[in-house]
């Protein structure tokens, strides 16, 4: 069965850091998520992408953050310059172009967890 | 703008006995909903989910959930819990008309199984 599929598990950096993360999404899927789940708190929307741009995007999605589609396959979200409030779990998420196939479901990876020291 | 809420933040419960969990949503018209679960340092998996027709849904291992209208509510049951369910649950809403399937969460429920 096809899945998301997210690197690194888990990473460590110190403040002030950049770090990638890494996603492949559902090869035929055409939307593209990142949400956030620091510990103990509810799931957060980050930023949807479409057709090689940002659709929208959250409060929490400031200018330390971007996200980029470089190939035909990965889909990542870089963060600039890490705070330590960045530590979170985060997670990737894709979904099938809209249609009469689409019943607005969204396949997670496993997600990459980022500690922030 | 939709929103999602699960009033309980912690459920017990004994192994073989029934669960519900609880899911108001706000929202302008009958939006898509979901329910997933997360096991610890896991991601999140889709239990079920309601974008039309019976507004009763079978999901995997078990659960079930109810779309009411009136209420607003989708509230998440199973008749008999396993020790295995104890986990984290989160009750999602995506918005139909809106382009792409944002989701927004509700805070979790956790549930503990005891034997």
């Known amino acids: 069965e096809p899945e998301v599929t997210q690197t690194p598990s888990h990473q460590v950096t110190q403040m002030g850091q950049e770090v990638i993360l890494r996603c492949v999404p559902i090869s035929n899927h055409l939307y593209f998520y990142w949400y956030r789940q620091i510990l103990g708190q509810k799931v957060e929307f980050l930023v949807s992408?479409?057709?090689?741009?940002?659709?929208?995007k959250s409060e929490i999605f400031d200018d330390q953050f971007s996200v980029e589609r470089p190939d035909g396959s990965n889909f990542t979200l870089k963060i600039r310059s890490t705070k330590l409030e960045d530590s979170a779990m985060y997670f990737c998420?894709?979904?099938?172009?809209?249609?009469?196939?689409?019943?607005?479901?969204?396949?997670f990876g496993e997600g990459s967890r980022l500690t922030v020291l | 703008a939709q929103s999602v809420t699960q009033p309980d933040i912690h459920i017990t419960v004994s192994e073989g006995a029934s669960l519900e969990l609880r899911c108001n949503y706000s929202y302008g018209a009958t939006p898509y909903l979901f329910w997933y679960v997360q096991s610890p340092g896991q991601g999140l998996q889709l239990l079920l989910k309601?974008?039309?027709?019976?507004?009763l849904v079978q999901g995997i291992k078990g659960f079930e959930a109810e779309f009411k209208r009136s209420q607003s509510s989708f509230n998440l049951r199973k008749p008999s819990v396993h020790w295995s369910d104890a986990a984290e649950y989160f009750c999602?809403?995506?918005?139909?008309?809106?382009?792409?399937?944002?989701?927004?969460f509700g805070g979790g429920t956790r549930v503990l199984v005891k034997p």
């Open positions: 309601y974008f039309s027709g019976d507004t």
């Open positions: 998420a894709s979904s099938e172009p809209q249609g009469e196939a689409d019943t607005g479901e969204l396949f």
């Open positions: 999602a809403v995506g918005a139909p008309e809106a382009a792409g399937n944002k989701l927004t």
């Open positions: 992408f479409y057709n090689n741009e940002i659709s929208e």
